[in-house]
C-alpha cells in the first residue's frame, strides 16, 4: 500500500510534481501514465526517500519508506534510470545489496535464475544489454521479496518475450497479494497489465480510475459501416441523435450501436460489407485526458524537463 | 537467457534490519569487486617501496657530488618515506573514485535505496577504507623504511633511533586521515574531477598559493594546512615552523572531522 498526500516537489521554480494524492493498493497492478516530464520518475523517487518532498508526504505500508528497518523488505524498486556500478558483476552488485539485509546468498542465485541471468550474472554489469540491465534491476528489486514493486518503464529494451514475461510476472506478483506501481509511456502496453490506473500530465493527478472506466469514459462510439446501397442505408439511419460522416463507399456512424445499424440494414435488405464499431484506444483516451496539458506544456517559455533526471 | 516464467519463492527469505555492521559487510563487498580498488592500491604500496629503493640507491651513488647545504638537510628517515608524496595522490584519487563511482554510474540510487538512512554508507565507506588504508600504509611504510636504509647503506640509520617509528607511523597515519578526507570530498562533490580537484586543491595548491601571504601571517596560518600539519606529523626532520608531531595530528584530526561532518550534513540533506 503507497498513500501520498498533497505530494509536491519543486526543483527550483519549476514544479516536478504538483499536490498529488492518491493510494496504490495491494493485490492489483496500478499502472502510472503520463507524457515525458508529467513527473512520474520524480514521484517514485519520493516514494523511495530519494529525493524529499517540497509540501506533503509519501508512506508505504503506513511509515515513510526510510523509516522501515528493513527497507528493501517493504519496497523493491526498477527506476528507470540504471542504478549499477558498470565495472562490478551481476553477482556481486546483488551480493552486496543483499549483505545490507542479512540476506543469505542463496537468495543471490535464486533471483538471478529466477530473471534468467544465470549465464552472464559474473561479467561485468556495464556490458549488459537494456534488457538484461532490466533483469539485473528487476533481480535486485525482488532480492528481499518485497510487499511492494515499484517499476519504472519496466518493457524498455525488453524483446516481445521478455515483455510477455515481464507482464505476467506482474501480474503474478499482484496475484500473491502485493502492491505493484508500474509506470510505462506505452498505453497499450499498460491495458494488458493494469488493471487501475493514475494518469498525471505536468506533475497534477488527471485520473485515477480502474483501467476499464478511462477507455470507457473517453470512448466515442463511432461505427464505421461500408455497403453497395450506402445512400439508402444512410438515409435510413439519419435522426437526430444520429451524425453520419464519409464518402467512398464508407461511413461513419455516431450515436446508434452496431446492432442498431445492422438490424436496419436487414430490415431494408441492404447488405453490409464492413461494421466496424471503433473502440477508443488507450492512447486515445489518454491524449484527449492530457491534451489540454500537452499544448500548454508545449506554448510554454520554460518547459519542465523529465524530472527524473534533475542534475 | 530463459523467458520462463518462475514464480518468486515467497517463503523462507530470511532478511534482517539494516545495521551498521551489515552495512560495512556490504561496502567490503563493493570494494573488493572493483578492480580499480586492487590496482590503485597496489599502486600505492608500490609507490612507497619503490620509491624507498629509488632514492636510496641514488642518493648513496650521488654522495660525494651533494652539496654540503643538501648533506645538511638530508635525514635518512624522510628520504625512505619519500614515497608518502606518490602514495597519498592514490589514496586521495582512489577515496573520492569510492564514492563519485556511485554517482556516475547510478549504484548510489540502489546503494541509498537499500539504506535510506544514508549516514550508514558514510561511515561504512570511511571507516572501512581507513582500516585498508592504515593497514596497507602501515606495511608498506615500513618496508619502505627497511628497503630505503639496505640502499642508503652506510648513510642510513637504524628503526632504534629517534623517531624512526613515529616517521613509520605517522606516515600511515597521515595517508589513512587523507584517505577519510577523500571520502568526505566525494560525498560532498559527487563528480570525480570536482572531487579531486577540490581535494588536491586544499592539500597541494592551497600550502603554494599560502606562501603569498605576508611571511608574519604565514606562520600563522600555513602549519594549519592540513598538507603541512600532515608533515608536521611524519615527517623525522620537519620544517621550523612546523607544528609538533602531536599538535599536527591534532589539527589534521580536526580537519578530516570538519570534512566529515559537512559530508553527512549534505548527503542527509540533498536528493540523491
Redesign the interface.
Known sequence: MIEAVGLTKKYGDKVAVRDLTFRIRPGIVTGFLGPNGAGKSTTMRLILGLDAPTAGSVTVDGLPYAAHPMPLKVVGAVLEARAVHTSRSAYNHLKALAATHGIPDSRVADVIDMVGLHEVARKRAGGFSLGMGQRLGLASALLADPSTLILDEPVNGLDPEGIRWIRDLLKALAAEGRTVFVSSHLMSEMALTAEHVIVVGRGRLMADMPMADLIARASTNVVTVRSPQLADLAAALAGPDVTITGADGRIDVAGLSPAQIGDTARDLGISLHELTPKQASLEEAFMDMTRDEIEFHAASAAPVEEAGSPT | ??????????DH??????SQA??V???W??MR????TTLTLLAAVIAMIALAWLVGWATNAHWNHMDPGERATFNPIDRSLAGVNLAQLAIGVLGVLLIS??YA??????T??????RLPVLWAKAGLYAAVTFVLMLVSSFIAFVVGQHFLASHGTTLGAPHSWRAIVGTAAYLTLIAVMAVAFGFAIRSTAGGIAALFGLLLVLPGVGQLLPSDWQTHTLPYLPNNAGSALHSARPDPNALSPGMGLLVLVIWVVLALAGAAFLLKRR??
Do not use: F
Not at chain 2, 105 to 110: E, H, K, L, N, S
Open positions: 537467457m530463459s523467458a520462463s516464467v518462475q514464480q518468486p519463492a515467497t527469505v530470511q532478511v534482517a534490519p539494516v551489515r552495512v559487510r556490504s561496502e563487498i563493493k569487486s572493483l578492480r580499480s563511482g556511485e554510474t547510478g549504484m548510489i540510487r540502489a541509498l535505496s537499500a539504506v535510506p538512512r536528493d540523491a
